[in-house]
C-alpha cells in the first residue's frame, strides 16, 4: 500500500484538499485531529504533558488549548518537548489505522512533514501551496485573528520554495475547480500500478 503525506503551510487549503480526497473514497488520517483525541484518550500523553506544562494544561478532563498554545507558541524547547511526548504516539497510532486500511494508497494530513525530517516515512509527499496574502486572508477569516498573529504562525514553517524542492507532488489551491482537477489527476495516478 502506497502511504502518501499531506502537507501545505497555513492557509494553503491542505485540509480542502484532504477532503476533496475522501470524496473520491481515499481513507485519509488527520494527525491534528487524532493528535487532539489522543491528547485526551491516551493517559500515559495527559501524565507527560500535565508533567511538562503543569495541570492547567487539562480543563474538565479536557485539552486547556489556549493556555497550552499560550505556554508553548514562543517557547521553541517547550513545543519541542510537547512534540516529543504527542508525534511518537501519534506515528505508532497512524501505523495501527495504515494496517486496517484495503485501498491503494493513503493519505496522512499533517502541518510539519519537511520541517520535522519525516518526508522518509512515506512513499510520496504531496505539498498544497497557495500565494501568502491569500494564505494570511484565509486564515484571518477561518480563526478571526490579526496579521501579526498569522505571520507568526507562517514564521515557524519552513518557506514554500523549500518544500517544493523536497515535494514528490505539488497542488496550487487557487481555485476550487482547477484543485478539483489536479486531485483527481492525481488520484488517477496513485491507482496506477506501477505508477
Known amino acids: 500500500m502506497i502511504v502518501v503525506g499531506l502537507t501545505g503551510g497555513i492557509g494553503s487549503g491542505k485540509s480542502t484538499v484532504a477532503n476533496m480526497f475522501r470524496e473520491l473514497e481515499v481513507p485519509v488520517y488527520d494527525s491534528d485531529e487524532e493528535a487532539k483525541q489522543l ?4 493517559g500515559k500523553i495527559k ?9 492547567k494544561a487539562y480543563s474538565e478532563g479536557n485539552l486547556n488549548r489556549s493556555y497550552i498554545a499560550n505556554r508553548v507558541f514562543n ?3 517547550l513545543l519541542q518537548q510537547l512534540n516529543d511526548i504527542v508525534h511518537p504516539e501519534v506515528r505508532k497510532h497512524f501505523l495501527d ?3 486496517d486500511q484495503t485501498s491503494n494508497y493513503v493519505i496522512q494530513e499533517t502541518a510539519l512533514i519537511f520541517e520535522n525530517g519525516a518526508q522518509d516515512n512515506y512513499d ?5 501551496t497557495a500565494p501568502i496574502e491569500l494564505r494570511l ?3 484571518m477569516e477561518r480563526d478571526a485573528t ?14 514554500d520554495s523549500e518544500k517544493m524542492e523536497l515535494a514528490d507532488f505539488c497542488i496550487e489551491n487557487l481555485d476550487l475547480e482547477t484543485t478539483k482537477k489536479a486531485v483527481k489527476k492525481l488520484h488517477r495516478k496513485l491507482n496506477r500500478p506501477n505508477h
Do not use: C, T, Y
Request: avoid cysteine.
Open 124 to 128: 510520496h509527499v504531496l505539498l498544497v
Open 47 to 55: 501524565k507527560s504533558i500535565i508533567s511538562l506544562l503543569g495541570k
Open 146 to 159: 490579526s496579521e501579526q498573529e498569522v505571520m507568526g504562525r507562517m514564521n515557524n514553517q519552513m518557506d
Open 75 to 77: 517557547n521553541p524547547d
Open 39 to 42: 491528547m485526551i484518550s491516551s
Open 137 to 139: 486572508q484565509r486564515v
Open 97 to 99: 489505522w495504515v494496517d
